[in-house]
């Protein structure tokens, strides 16, 4: 167990619709990364935040956004699904100094998306 | 652009025959290099980080070993348990597609 937790597990929806995924980052870590992964790109680096503040963005959407919150938890929003969306989305935590890329990630689960 | 590129994309080993997997990679400034081991279904777990040329770390029947262009992860003597994919990331947050890896016992 990571210690990361990530809500839900899995979801099925319709194209067009709108989701959030949550995650709850270990106890301590202040940056949270979201990730996408699916079966022909691997895991790509969606976008990070450090204590409440955005701090790098990867290959994200428009239709995606992220926040947060004082509670450090976070949440992913996906909006106007395609199909080409459905994928794994990873939530990961790390104790990090504000801008700094070293240290270990711990994942979680993950939240399995699947866009009919 | 920071890159990583891991070979091969799969491999099935036999109980007990070692090898080698590699990552490749092309960044503007070394941060760490990370490998991960994911299970299907499931978030990568860590296992290593390198930061310098000439690194090695070490855990049970891997090691991983760090030049200024790649990095390998040798497994000696493997055991089914440790079929699995092994990724490997630089700077944190760019990843390689992974190593698939199948024991056969």
């Known amino acids: 167990d990571s210690g990361v937790t990530q809500t839900p597990k899995h979801l099925i929806t319709a194209t067009g619709q709108r989701v959030t995924l949550r995650c709850s980052p270990r106890s301590g870590d202040l940056s949270v990364y979201w990730y996408q992964q699916s079966l022909d790109q691997g895991l790509q680096f969606l976008i990070q935040?450090?204590?409440?503040?955005?701090?790098a963005k990867g290959n994200i959407l428009e239709r995606f956004s992220a926040q947060q919150f004082p509670d450090l938890h976070s949440e992913l929003n996906l909006s106007s699904l395609e199909l080409g969306d459905s994928a794994l989305y990873f939530c990961?935590?790390?104790?990090?100094?504000?801008?700094?890329?070293?240290?270990?990630?711990?994942f979680g689960e993950g939240s399995r998306l699947t866009v009919l | 652009e920071d890159q990583v590129t891991q070979s091969p994309e799969a491999l099935r080993l036999q109980e007990g025959e070692s090898s080698s997997l590699n990552c490749s990679y092309t960044?503007?400034?070394?941060?760490?290099l990370f490998w991960y081991r994911q299970d299907p279904g499931k978030g990568p777990e860590f296992l290593f980080t390198?930061?310098?040329a000439g690194e090695e770390k070490e855990k049970e029947r891997l090691k991983a070993t760090l030049t200024k262009k790649e990095s390998f992860l040798h497994i000696t003597a493997p055991k089914p348990e440790d079929s699995a994919t092994y990724l490997c990331?630089?700077?944190?947050?760019?990843f390689g597609k992974g190593t698939r890896l199948h024991i056969l016992p």
């Open positions: 990331a630089v700077n944190k947050i760019i």
């Open positions: 390198l930061y310098s």
């Open positions: 935040y450090y204590n409440g503040e955005e701090r």
């Open positions: 960044v503007s400034g070394l941060r760490g």
């Open positions: 990961a935590s790390s104790v990090s100094l504000a801008g700094a890329n070293t240290g270990e990630l711990f």
